[in-house]
């Protein structure tokens, strides 16, 4: 069975950074396409970012574009999401999704809270 | 980048009702165009991808269609357990998701 389980989520000040962890199991991360995907408190899903299989080529929405970086450790099965000059726009919820390239995102994790606030 | 546009945003309909959400997007997408519903508290579940066909699952009654920028999800006799928000994502460059549309019982 597939799972996605996210952690890393918290409180942090304007400027600070935080790393999310997405651990999977019942398929290898190194050999999926996998996405972060956030959601602002009431508002609408946001595609963040994108790493993919194999060569680990990786892309960004334009909001997070030089601040997030996308990874992946092969050996524990788990993606990350390396955000650093976080701003408040960056409250949300935070997902990863499996992501089967053009043909869309799976499984889901439950998500994990992101809070930018002084 | 491409945006995609989805109407209406929000609609009432009854149980048994046809309901039926568009999605547009800037420039052509082909028929690289997926759908999702979204619960409160919940993540959101694929339903279509690849602009009509079914995920794993999925009742018969939701259906997809189009190609380019013009795609339609159409969801016959609605049920209880349909209300929701449901979203267009496109994944022809990276990924875009529409804004939502949120189906609410009359």
């Known amino acids: 069975e597939v799972q996605l389980v996210e952690s890393g989520g918290g409180l942090v000040q304007p400027g600070g950074s935080l790393r999310l962890s997405c651990a999977a199991s019942g398929f290898t991360v190194s050999s999926a396409y996998m996405s972060w995907v956030r959601q602002a408190p009431g508002k609408g899903l946001e595609w963040v970012s994108l790493?993919?299989?194999?060569?680990?080529?990786?892309y960004y929405a334009d909001s997070v574009k030089g601040r997030f970086t996308i990874s992946r450790h092969n050996s524990k099965n788990t993606l990350f999401l390396q955000m650093d000059s976080l701003r408040p726009e960056d409250t949300a919820l935070y997902y990863c999704?499996?992501?089967?390239?053009?043909?869309?995102?799976?499984?889901w994790g439950q998500g994990t809270l992101v809070t930018v606030s002084s | 980048d491409i945006q995609m546009t989805q109407s209406p945003s929000s609609l009432s309909a009854s149980v048994g009702d046809r309901v039926t959400i568009t999605c547009r997007a800037s420039q052509s997408i082909s028929s690289y165009l997926n759908w999702y519903q979204q619960k409160p508290g919940k993540a959101p579940k694929l339903l279509i991808y690849a602009a009509s066909r079914l995920h794993t699952g999925v009742p018969s009654r939701f259906s997809g269609s189009g190609s380019g920028t013009d795609f339609t999800l159409t969801i016959n006799s609605l049920q209880p357990e349909d209300f929701a928000t449901y979203y267009c994502?496109?994944?022809?460059?990276?990924?875009?998701f529409g804004q939502g549309t949120k189906v609410e019982i009359k």
């Open positions: 790493i993919y299989s194999g060569d680990g080529r990786t």
């Open positions: 994502q496109q994944t022809y460059t990276t990924r875009t």
């Open positions: 999704a499996k992501d089967r390239g053009l043909l869309g995102n799976d499984y």
